[in-house]
């Protein structure tokens, strides 16, 4: 590891400032990936301004009954908040999906959303990867990829999403709140990450400088019936294959409002737009559910080794919106 | 040239020069003081350098154990401001004014060890014997998680919220997910956290 400056940021005005004037700069959260990407050569910060200490570390009601997360807030706090849980339980669940209980009690809303890729390819700096170094190549293209993308990937980037806590914010239709020397702009969650195309060492549409400060989530999904489910290799403290957040209104026998967002198939939360607009106004029935996450799922282009990826996304997205679905209208099949 | 992204300043070299000078005056080092099993620490350290190596090489405090050194075994685990964390992954120039407990905090001082640390003697809860430290230090900071109302992924989520979680089996095999122990001890580890909480 290379020798680093350290600043311990006092204020958001004071971190954006002391990342400005320093180059090479790197803002620290938890820290629980960034200080793993230093110990493996892949991050060479030549300062660290530890913004973990900003006053950020509060969840807070807004007036319009949304939610706001400040970026400090630890990933187990904000899992175990009593409004995440009562009113965007899906939140609660994918947060609680992921990592182990030491991992989340570190990890903050801002730097999860900031964790890169485990991609193996990009975690070695003795291959070759072109989110790491741009223009060497991608390993895992025809490598190791059972864990990659099946949608929306590149030739030059196969890589997935870590993240479990973002796929549900995509799903509940939270923004990103941002601070940058532009000023304050806020991010639909399910924009914030970006498709790799042919600049893959982009991971967000977050610019030079700016800082998460936090993640708001909606009136509009308070309340409403959501669900997270997460297929792994093993029961407790693995990344997902596939996963899946949904939130679900049924009215009147058909839905009114969904969302959809699935984890683990591609560069980032891959929100199901195609099998939402299908759903609008049909009855919740599982064969309408299947009907619609097969549309969505056309577009998978699985690599060699990954194609079980698709299937597994349509059914546990099929459990989860049929768990959500009033009883008797999943009856009706 | 395959390594010039790496090094490459924004503006070029020559651009960066003002920068650079501004740069390299400020230290690589600080005084950080610690709080550790209640005695309070202050050490002129590298940025660089990781709590869990902190412990180990200048404070003698070898219970908390290296093992993957990257967050995935649980092996470092301690208790940071009463919560359990990897150590290895925490610099421990962003703890200044952290209290921190390890192992070799838990007993009472006058050589009687933790209950825990009996139940996991009288459970015969360990093999090697490398893991446990970090078991001991994650069980206790899980109990205080279930008690504050934490859920877990198990957890029901209709379970209310601001109450303590009840912990049965599959609670505890959950909650202790971030470690390993290579020995396959799980089953008598489970027994021993059972063995405090009733």
Request: glycine content about 10%.
């Amino acid at each position: 590891m290379k020798p680093f400056a350290y600043v311990r940021a006092g204020s958001v005005e004071e971190a954006a400032e002391a990342y400005a004037t320093r180059p090479g700069a790197r803002y620290l959260g938890g820290g629980t990936n960034l200080v793993d990407l230093m110990k493996l050569g892949v991050e060479e910060p030549r300062a660290l301004i530890d913004v973990s200490r900003l006053p950020l570390d509060t969840v807070t009601e807004l007036p319009d009954g949304s939610l706001r997360i400040g970026a400090t807030v630890r990933n187990s706090d904000a899992a175990a908040h009593p409004a995440v849980r009562d009113r965007w339980p899906a939140l609660s669940q994918a947060l609680l999906a992921g990592a182990s209980g030491q991992l989340r009690n570190t990890a903050t809303t801002g730097g999860n959303l900031l964790q890169r890729t485990r991609c193996p390819y990009f975690q070695d700096v003795t291959k070759p990867c072109n989110k790491r170094q741009p223009g060497s190549g991608c390993g895992a293209l025809d490598g190791v990829h059972r864990d990659h993308a099946v949608l929306g990937h590149s030739e030059t980037c196969v890589a997935t999403h870590p993240s479990d806590m973002a796929v549900a914010l995509a799903a509940l239709d939270a923004r990103i709140e941002l601070y940058g020397a532009d000023g304050v702009r806020s991010v639909p969650a399910d924009r914030f990450h970006r498709l790799p195309g042919d600049r893959p060492e982009r991971d967000t549409e977050i610019r030079p400088g700016e800082l998460v400060t936090g993640v708001v989530l909606p009136a509009a999904t308070a309340g409403l019936p959501s669900l997270y489910r997460k297929a792994r290799d093993r029961a407790s403290y693995a990344f997902a294959l596939a996963s899946v957040a949904a939130v679900l209104r049924v009215e009147g026998g058909v839905v009114q409002q969904v969302g959809i967002a699935f984890g683990a198939l591609a560069h980032r939360p891959w929100r199901a737009e195609r099998a939402e607009a299908a759903l609008l106004g049909a009855a919740p029935t599982r064969a309408a559910f299947e009907h619609a996450l097969d549309l969505e799922l056309e577009a998978a282009r699985p690599l060699r080794d990954n194609a079980y990826k698709v299937p597994l996304a349509r059914n546990i997205g099929v459990d989860v919106l049929t768990r959500l679905a009033p009883p008797a209208a999943t009856d009706l099949t | 040239m395959g390594s010039q992204p790496h090094d490459a300043t924004p503006g070029g070299a020559g651009a960066s020069v003002p920068a650079e000078t501004t740069e390299s005056a400020e230290s690589h080092h600080s005084d950080v003081t610690l709080r550790v099993n209640g005695t309070s620490r202050t050490l002129t350290l590298d940025h660089r350098r990781a709590l869990l190596d902190v412990l180990r090489e200048d404070l003698d405090l070898t219970g908390a154990k290296k093992g993957c050194d990257h967050g995935q075994c649980g092996a470092c685990t301690v208790l940071v401001d009463g919560r359990r964390v990897n150590s290895c992954l925490l610099l421990a120039v962003s703890l200044d004014g952290r209290e921190v407990v390890t192992v070799e905090g838990l007993g009472d001082g006058d050589g009687e060890v933790h209950p825990l640390q009996q139940a996991f003697l009288d459970r015969d809860a360990f093999q090697c014997g490398y893991c446990t430290p970090g078991q001991i230090c994650s069980a206790l900071g899980a109990v205080d998680e279930a008690a504050m109302g934490h859920p877990s992924h198990v957890t029901d989520p209709g379970r209310p919220s601001g109450r303590p979680m009840p912990l049965d089996r599959d609670e505890i095999r959950e909650r202790l997910s971030g470690n390993l122990c290579r020995c396959g001890a799980y089953p008598h580890i489970v027994d021993a956290v059972e063995d405090v909480i009733r």
